[in-house]
């Protein structure tokens, strides 16, 4: 009898790009109106990557707004996407540890009114 809940074998880590506004203590820059995160998260489905990575980030302090899926890896290869040895590391990271990972985070900062 088998008493592991998860097989690691049907976990897959999908590609998300995850925009955030403003929320006091969310660790953004200054000046900045919000952020766009691109994720690593591993997960059944997409729809589980996505749930895990906003429940993440919402107890990081952040205000998730929108989360736009990529796929897989064997799905952003197949739309062309170049895949560098990097991002391939950390979503393998994420697929060993069961986990999200933040590869990179953007700040937005809004040009209209800007004093520079």
């Known amino acids: 009898m088998n008493d592991s809940p998860k097989?690691?074998?049907?976990?897959?880590?999908?590609?998300?790009?995850?925009?955030?506004?403003?929320?006091?203590?969310?660790?953004?820059?200054?000046?900045?109106t919000g952020a766009a995160?691109?994720?690593?998260?591993s997960g059944i489905d997409e729809a589980e990557a996505v749930r895990e990575t906003v429940a993440i980030l919402k107890q990081a302090d952040t205000a998730p707004l929108d989360v736009t899926g990529y796929g897989t890896l064997a799905e952003r290869e197949a739309a062309g996407h170049e895949i560098d040895d990097e991002e391939r590391d950390l979503m393998q990271r994420a697929l060993?540890?069961?986990?999200?990972?933040?590869?990179?985070?953007?700040?937005?900062?809004?040009?209209?009114?800007?004093a520079e």
Do not use: H, W
């Open 7 to 32: 097989k690691k074998s049907r976990q897959s880590v999908y590609t998300l790009l995850v925009q955030i506004g403003r929320k006091a203590g969310d660790g953004l820059p200054k000046g900045s």
């Open 96 to 114: 060993d540890e069961n986990s999200v990972i933040i590869a990179q985070m953007t700040p937005f900062f809004g040009d209209e009114d800007e």
């Open 37 to 41: 995160l691109m994720c690593f998260a």
